[in-house]
């Protein structure tokens, strides 16, 4: 299988309830790797960049709002079809909606407020991950240096 790279974070209403401890757990013991990890507070030059494909949409300055609104954890995981796995994990955008055992169906009740964000594809993964990262910041875990 190809390994893949994954952007994901790790959302406001997560780290204020305390699950960054199970997601990342969630995400390791699935056997991705964490190639790089920060907790951050976005601006909204970074929050508008990442979302730009819902600029115009009703719901777009709400989700600025709410993902500048506290800390959140950025990360860039790696593993075979990374993508399709974390989108697997994360479970339905609306957390009503979302499967038991993904983490929005274990933890998440609304649409608005779902925890977590994952690229939707590999395509973007490259644009979404170098708003937060630099490509010398993504580590080989088990050798520990850069991988660029």
Partial sequence: ?????EFVMIKPDAVRRGLIGEIIS????????IKAMKMIKMSNEMAHKLYEEHEGKPFF??????????????????GPSAVTVMR???GDTDGSK???GTIRGDFALSKARNLIHATDSPEK??????I?????????TENMHSIY
């Fill in 125 to 130: 993964v490259e644009r979404e991950m170098s």
């Fill in 26 to 33: 969630r995400i390791e013991r699935k056997g991705l790797k």
């Fill in 61 to 78: 300055e709400d989700l600025v709002s709410y993902v500048t609104s506290g800390p959140v954890v950025v990360m860039v995981v790696e």
């Fill in 1 to 5: 299988m190809n390994e893949e790279l």
């Fill in 98 to 100: 979302a499967e038991p």
């Fill in 132 to 140: 937060f990262f630099k490509k010398e910041d993504l580590l080989d």
């Fill in 88 to 90: 697997k994990m994360i």
